[in-house]
């Protein structure tokens, strides 16, 4: 996929695209799992074989599988079972992680990323059977929502630190992002899975999930609620900031009195799903 990047400094721009277009696969079973998962004709059997070659990433799947975001009542311990669980989707969303190396980037992602992507996985994960979404696309959708952030952060941290510490929202934050790179880490991480060819449906839910105006798909409406309800879970006690998250839920469609049980139990969830993502 070609990439034209617009951005103030053509040096950044040209980073930024070599920087999208060049995700390379540092783990080569990574790689293979995103094909498999990519071939309507595999099945979880064949997919979890190929997991299980990879120490690492066959540990995180069982991980979570096992974590409180997908509710077992017994242990999982065959892979296959844990693929079946999580869904292709949320599989997909794992072997990218591992294969583009986003945890060992030069420049670390920014503080709050890793806790805030496992509490909106969590989060959608909890309520995706609400939009006709599965457990598991909800989850991957929540995952890697904002992996643009880390990208964006590695091509210049001391701008991107001064971007998120200056923006009053996200709506702004995008803006400055774009004024900036070029794109928001929003794009970017629509670029980055499209060439991974994640979901059409799921890229386009991320691409705009922080519109003034989004599409309201059912993945849309998702990613919204998932996002509010994880910033609600990791509150850090603003009450402006939590009336407007409270309101954005309340506009989706979530009774008050259910939008706190559900906070509740996406803090419960969100713990599980961050050891499974940073241990390894």
Not at 21 to 43: C, F, G, K, S
Not at 218 to 232: K, P, Y
Request: glycine letters at 8%; a negative charge.
């Amino acid at each position: 996929m070609s990439l034209t990047i617009t951005a103030p400094n053509p040096q950044r721009a040209e980073q930024l695209a070599d920087a999208l277009e060049n995700v390379q696969a540092a783990r080569p079973i990574a790689m293979q799992v995103l094909r498999l998962a990519d071939d309507p004709d595999t099945d979880a059997r064949q997919v979890a074989a190929c997991i299980d070659q990879d120490p690492i990433l066959m540990a995180q799947v069982l991980r979570l599988a096992n974590s409180a975001a997908f509710g077992m009542a017994r242990q999982v311990r065959s892979t296959q079972i844990a693929v079946a669980i999580l869904g292709f989707a949320a599989i997909k969303s794992m072997a990218i992680l591992v294969a583009s190396g986003l945890r060992n980037l030069k420049n670390p992602a920014p503080a709050g990323f890793w806790e805030h992507s496992a509490a909106v996985a969590a989060a959608c994960s909890v309520i995706s059977r609400q939009f006709g979404v599965s457990a598991g696309d909800g989850f991957a959708i929540g995952l890697i929502h904002d992996i643009g952030v880390p990208m964006l952060n590695t091509i210049d941290p001391v701008t991107y630190a001064a971007i998120s510490v200056d923006s009053v929202d996200d709506e702004s934050m995008c803006e400055r992002e774009a004024a900036e790179f070029g794109l928001s880490h929003a794009h970017a991480a629509a670029t980055v899975l499209s060439n991974w060819s994640f979901p059409e449906s799921l890229v386009e839910a991320i691409s705009g999930h922080h519109l003034a105006e989004p599409q309201y798909t059912n993945e849309s409406r998702l990613l919204c609620a998932g996002d509010a309800i994880a910033h609600l879970a990791l509150a850090d006690g603003s009450r402006s900031d939590d009336k407007v998250h409270t309101r954005r839920l309340q506009d989706i469609g979530f009774a008050k009195h259910d939008i706190s049980r559900i906070v509740g139990d996406v803090g419960g969830r969100s713990g599980g799903v961050l050891a499974g993502l940073l241990r390894g």
